[in-house]
């Protein structure tokens, strides 16, 4: 099992900035992949960027280059840091974690934090 809480939402003016953070309850390298993921409202929930256990992190196209996905192994978290924000970054955004245990790959969820961006 793996609990995983977020913190770092919250409403920002367009052209700002915010970090989200996602506390994992066990150690980074136990587990194969940490993601970020947002829902905005009507829409289907997507991926916006993972970091695989050995560092490799992906994007979607849309953000590259505005976000960045990091972690702190000591702390057992991972970052979203979100700059120039647009207000179709407005969302809720969900931390995702895969871990491999008992012979299959496990997805686990945070709760959610909202991010609105809006002047």
């Known amino acids: 099992q793996v609990q995983l809480v977020e913190s770092g939402g919250g409403l920002v003016q367009p052209g700002g900035s915010l970090r989200l953070s996602c506390a994992a309850s066990k150690s980074l390298f136990s587990i194969y992949r940490m993601s970020w993921y947002r829902q905005a409202p009507g829409k289907q929930r997507e991926l916006v960027a993972s970091i695989t256990s050995g560092g490799d992190a992906n994007y979607k196209e849309s953000i590259k280059g505005r976000f960045t996905i990091s972690r702190d192994n000591a702390k057992n978290t991972v970052y979203l840091q979100m700059n120039s924000l647009k207000p179709e970054d407005t969302a809720v955004y969900y931390c995702?974690?895969?871990?491999?245990?008992?012979?299959?790959?496990?997805?686990?969820w945070g709760q959610g934090t909202q991010v609105t961006v809006s002047s």
């Open positions: 995702n974690a895969v871990d491999y245990s008992g012979g299959s790959y496990n997805n686990y």
